[in-house]
């Protein structure tokens, strides 16, 4: 079983829609959560780290469940900029205190005009 | 503030032969960590460097090797080069402390032919 699940969509929306993607996770060890962006071959960038009380920033929300282990992400009003890959990250404790990413395999969303 | 900084940022290759591609972690880090990403897929860990010692590896193969030096930057070492090892080689850096947020460099796209 993967560390992280994520439904890898695609998602094909018109600007103005509001999208969510979730993501589970099997760690129940794990620490922290992010959301990373990633465009066509380029590097992850990091979109927003995710908190128990839920955080927003701009059209962005993200909320993260402890106790079902479910993390998720909300775009509102999405831009056509939005079309990228959204991958779900946890940082998880393994054979080190140091942690380590773990990712899920991306969801593609693509914004249409 | 410079952030992730990976180089080259492209690389030819023939099979059999043995590349090094190079990291500077952002600064105030001082753990950096090796991605493989193939195209299509989410990044697999290969492994993570925190007080020049190899402190977490992922299932790659002894073929791969690194190192870190004392101003935290970092190396990547494939020998023997298949050509399934074709990908982008992402470079992370974080601070030590479990949870941290990490962040990419650009990105090193090797073709080995």
Redesign the interface.
Known sequence: RKEVEQDPGPFNVPEGATVAFNCTYSNSAS??F?WYRQDC??????LM?VYSSGNEDGRFTAQLNRASQYISLLIRDSKLSDSATY?CVV?A??????????????TQLTVWP | DAGVTQSPTHLIKTRGQQVTLRCSPKSGHD?V?WYQQALG???Q?IF?Y?EEEE??RGNFPDRFSGHQFPNYSSELNVNALLLGDSA?Y?C?SSL?G??????????T?LTVV
């Open positions: 620490q922290s992010f071959r380029k590097e992850p960038k990091l780290s991958l940082n404790p393994r054979s080190s205190t140091l942690g380590r990413l773990y990712f899920g395999r991306g | 753990t960590s897929q989410e990044p860990f993570q925190y402190r977490q982008l992402l992370a030590a479990g949870g941290a947020e990490a962040f990419f460099g650009q990105g796209r």
